[in-house]
Every structure is written in C-alpha cells, then in structure tokens.
C-alpha cells in the first residue's frame, strides 16, 4: 500500500503549511514562547487546538474570532471594510476564513459569546462516560489500584494480524486518584497513542515516532493533556511535570501535538462542535 494511502495528503499539506509557517516566524525556539501558545490555545476554545496554532501565529492577541457568516448570523456583526481575514484550515476542504473581533462592527457581543461547556469540578458520572467514549476506540481500560506516585500507562497488547485493521492497546489509570487528575492521565495516555509513540498502527492512521527520546516523548504527551484539561476547565499540574524535561523543548513537534489535543478531545467527546450539539 503507499503511503499516501495510509497518512492523508490532507494531512501532510497541513503539516507542511504549518511546519513552514513555524520555521519561517521562529516563534516558538523558547519554552516561554511555546508557554504562550498553549494558553493562547486554552483560550480559543471554539477552534480545533491545530486551528488556534495557526492563528496565533497570525495575530497573538487575538481574543475572540468567527466567519464573517456566524458574526452576522449570530451576532449581527460585520468585518469592517477593508479588513484582512484570518486563515484556518477546514476539516472537509483547503481553507476558511475567520475575523478577530477588533476587525468587525455592529451590535455589541453578549457575555454568552464568550462561555462555553466545561468540565469544571468533574464527577464520577461524567468521568465515566468520558471513558465509555475512549473505551470504543477498541482500547482495553485498566483500573489501577496503587498509591498516589503512580498515575497510569498505555501499552500495545496485541498487534492485529491484518496490518490495515487496529492493535489491541491496554490503558491504565489509577482509580484513587482524583476524577480530574485521571482524566489527564487517560489523556496523556492516548497522547501516546496518538502521536506515534507506541509505534506504526495503520488502522488508526499512525506514522511510527517511537524513535523520539524519552523527553521529547513525556513533553509532547504532557502538553497535549495539558490543552484537553486547561480546555475544559480543569487545572493540572503540568508545569512542574514539563520543568523535567526543559531540554526536550526545542524537539517537540507542535503540530503534531494540537493535531492529536483534537483528536483527544474529540474521542472524549470533548471536541467544541460536540459540546455544542450536546446543550440544552
């Protein structure tokens, strides 16, 4: 089979796109820089964590954005004459286009526009049914019973006999901890997963990246747990996880990182557009 047909052309010009636009800005050489763009990230909450990368690295201060449809259907707002948009990718399609609320005028933006569903103090009903949404993926949950040093894991059990169709993956957390610092852990876990950590896996459409140290690893995973938590209202200790591996920095792969946040999200069925169907 080619390549192509197993990693989408789709997703190699994103990756190209934004990988030049990084390159060429060098935005994000310094772990503040990077600091930056992750709570930038945890602010666009609207926008896939890939999208918020892209437009961060257009206009930083950005605080609020939307098409020039949803600002006056929703919002009776228009993009003032003249005005740049801002570039996204589309799920479906090549580009859309996006403008920052200093760029539109019209009526005033109620508090609502601002709000969106979170996960605030979690309970155990809603971290159960997070981890019923994670559990078909096909994965095999682990509940741990041990002390509070130890978090959880994710480990290839079986490899598929048909290399087109998905591995067997267990994934451990530790039931005594808090229902918050779980969710980070499965979160962190699937980053693995996701990012190519554990290996090829052709069903789930997984470039091999097992080569990567363990720095660049830990650091890649922890972030991405990091937007899914911070995204969704909840506060993890990150910070003092990531301070291990400072030197990983300079490696991490960004766009690998907001593309698998998304993925994670919406396997939580945490993703915004889920959230949104999802209210009352």
Known sequence: MAQQDL????????????EQLIAATRLYETSESVKELLEFTVRLRRFAPFNALLLHIQ?????????????????????????????????MGPVDFVFDILDTEG????????????????????????????A???LEIVQLDAGDSSAGWIRLA????????KHHYQLAFNRNHPAPTRLVTVAHELAHLFLGHLGEDRGFKIRDQSHRTIGEREVEAEMAAYLVAKRN????????????YQGAIPGIDLYAVMRVANTIETAMGLAWHQLRRAAP
């Open 59 to 91: 206009k930083p201060g950005l605080t609020f954005a939307a098409s020039a449809r949803e600002w006056f259907e929703r919002f009776g707002r228009v993009p003032r004459k003249g005005t740049r948009p801002l570039l996204i990718l589309r799920t």
């Open 107 to 134: 009526r005033d933006l109620p508090e609502s526009a601002f709000s969106f569903p979170t996960l605030g103090s979690l309970t155990e009903h809603r971290f159960n049914g997070i981890i019923d949404q994670v």
């Open 158 to 165: 079986k490899k598929s006999a048909d290399p087109k169709r």
């Open 233 to 244: 209202g909840l506060s993890p200790r990150s910070e003092s996880y990531l301070a291990n």
């Open 136 to 138: 078909r993926l096909g």
């Open 7 to 18: 990693f989408p052309l789709e997703e190699d010009r994103d990756r190209a796109l934004i």
